[in-house]
């Protein structure tokens, strides 16, 4: 099976600049999460969603952060405006149900950069 | 908040030998663990989980797990250089959620 899509995997821009992060996820998964990986540092729930409503956003900076998922598919995730401390790579995860103890799969990530 | 604890390293480990990655977590309530990889620059991928007392063995991988001392490690039997990456340990954050609270991971050298 294809995995976990995402786009684009890098970028750079300027602080105060905004940015938006996309997320196919695996077919048939119901579940979908974005991390933010810090470098050093693990990878940290930002958001999930379980089809198109959200489920936990409790770490998600919401004066900047903003993620959505329409269809119950793919998702976008943007920040506006971004600081120098948002430079992490962003990470994407699918599952197949909500409480999945199996783990799961995470795409290749989006690196960004911001100066 | 759950917390897990690692040692960040680096641990340095010479081929053959066993390497024992250590994990702590504050949450008593905890039932499942997971233990990823991490090559630098690539994304992590899950390679165990445990969720009772005891061992699991996976080809060169065992995950232990002791629930009373809040304790979960991670042995690689006949390390080789191809182990040499950061591994993290991760537990449900609960809350109804199951996303995953992470530690920041140890990261291995196996030594040629």
């Known amino acids: 099976e294809a995995g976990v899509a995402q786009s684009p995997r890098y970028k750079i821009i300027e602080k105060r600049q905004s940015v938006a992060f996309w997320c196919n996820p695996i077919?048939?998964?119901?579940?979908l999460y974005w991390y933010q990986q810090i470098l050093g540092q693990g990878p940290k729930l930002l958001i999930q969603f379980q089809n198109n409503g959200v489920v936990d956003d409790s770490q998600l900076p919401k004066d900047r952060f903003s993620a959505e998922r329409l269809k119950g598919v793919d998702s976008t995730l943007k920040i506006q405006p971004a600081k120098l401390e948002d430079s992490a790579v962003y990470l994407c995860?699918?599952?197949?149900?909500?409480?999945?103890?199996?783990?799961?799969?995470f795409g290749s990530g989006t690196r960004l950069t911001v100066v | 908040q759950k917390e897990v604890e690692q040692n960040s390293g680096p641990l340095s480990v010479p081929e053959g030998a066993i390497a024992s990655l250590n994990c702590t977590y504050s949450d008593r309530g905890s039932q499942s663990f997971f233990w990823y990889r991490q090559y630098s620059g690539k994304s992590p991928e899950l390679i165990m989980s445990?969720?009772?007392?005891g061992d699991k063995e996976d080809g060169r991988f065992t995950a232990q797990l002791n629930k009373a001392s809040q304790y979960v490690s991670l042995l690689i039997r006949d390390s080789q250089p191809s182990d040499s990456a950061t591994y993290l340990c991760a537990v449900p954050s609960g809350g109804g959620a199951d996303g995953l609270t992470f530690g920041k991971g140890t990261h291995l050298i196996i030594q040629p």
């Open positions: 077919s048939g998964h119901a579940t």
């Open positions: 995860a699918s599952s197949f149900g909500q409480n999945d103890n199996y783990g799961y799969t």
């Open positions: 445990i969720y009772s007392n």
